[in-house]
């Protein structure tokens, strides 16, 4: 699925990081989302790699990255912990600085990464994800029903992992198959590859602790942070699905300006899986904002 492109997985700090590189020019993250691995950018990298050295990295507890146990706090899933492990890897690949796209989880991830690392981040992409702070404090009926997995993987260990090691296959299409596009956007082998690392057992512990630390210890830093009045300095883009979640039960560009006064962004003619739904309309929107010269970051 990434022709052209070599494996540069390393330990980072005693956590073991796996990503592929490709291509040529600025430095380009792409960080994917739950349940999935750095396969959901397959459609996209053929002709991001032609402007930019990009990078596919999964993020801890996710693909084949390591899986470590969760900490009773659950620091070490903490977004602020997963955004350093992206940080070191670029720093070791020879990038201070880089632009970054997260789906999903990893847009969470990315936005921790720009709060926290604001002289690493250039450029910020996120696809379909309104801060979790706000989704937690406006969850609906709707939201909770629709995000059910939510609510399921923060449950103590070792239920939640159970049932996912029970049947991961099953898990798979309860969660990406049963958005608005159905199974439909993923290719054969996209999809194979998401079951092989669903069914490591480790798996489901390591998404268990991302979706626990998102409703503990990350509410904590985001709470703290907008107290203190931190923002997002470099140029932003929010896109979401408009048949999505997240945009029929939340305004995620207004959420995003408590964040970032410079936010820009609107809503794309398809799900949940922007990458691979609509890879073509995505490329439409991201390859003018970061090739744009004239955008600055903003004091802090």
């Known amino acids: 699925m990434f022709e052209g492109f070599s494996d540069v997985s390393m330990p980072v700090d005693g956590i073991d990081i796996h990503a592929i590189r490709g291509g ?23 002709a991001l790699a032609e ?3 990009v990078v596919c990295a999964d993020l801890r507890g996710y693909g ?12 070490n ?5 997963m955004a350093l492990d992206q940080v070191a890897l670029m720093q070791r690949l020879g990038f201070d600085s880089f632009a970054v796209i997260g789906h999903d989880r990893g847009g969470r991830v990315a936005a921790r990464m720009a709060l926290d690392h604001p002289h690493a981040v250039t450029r910020l992409v996120t696809l379909d994800v309104a801060p979790t702070l706000a989704m937690y404090e406006q969850t609906s009926f709707a939201f909770a029903r629709a995000y059910w997995h939510w609510f399921f993987l ?23 198959g049963a958005r608005s596009a159905g199974l439909a956007p993923f290719t054969p082998e996209a999809y194979a590859e998401y ?15 991302d979706y626990r630390a998102s409703i503990t210890i990350d509410l904590e830093h985001d709470r703290a942070d907008l107290a203190a009045g931190k923002r997002i300095a470099c140029p932003f883009l929010a896109l979401w699905g408009a048949q999505g979640v997240v945009g029929q039960c939340f305004d995620p560009l207004a959420e995003w300006r408590k964040w970032s006064p410079t936010v820009e962004g609107g809503a794309l003619p ?19 904002f970061l090739t744009d010269t004239t955008a600055t970051h903003v004091a802090a």
């Open 270 to 288: 398809c799900g949940h899986y922007i990458p691979e739904e609509a890879p073509d309309r995505l490329l439409e929107r991201v390859l003018p």
């Open 64 to 75: 084949d990255s390591a899986k470590p146990t969760g900490d009773a706090d659950h620091a």
């Open 51 to 53: 402007r930019f050295t």
């Open 154 to 176: 923060v449950r103590p260990a070792p239920f939640p992992e159970t049932l996912i090691r029970a049947d991961p296959d099953l898990y798979l299409k309860q969660t990406i």
């Open 77 to 81: 899933y903490a977004k602020r912990a």
């Open 24 to 46: 040529s020019g600025p430095a380009l993250l792409l960080l994917h989302g739950h349940p999935q691995t750095h396969a959901i950018w397959h459609k996209v990298t053929p």
């Open 195 to 209: 079951l092989r690392c669903l069914s490591d057992p480790a798996t489901a512990h390591g998404i268990c602790e």
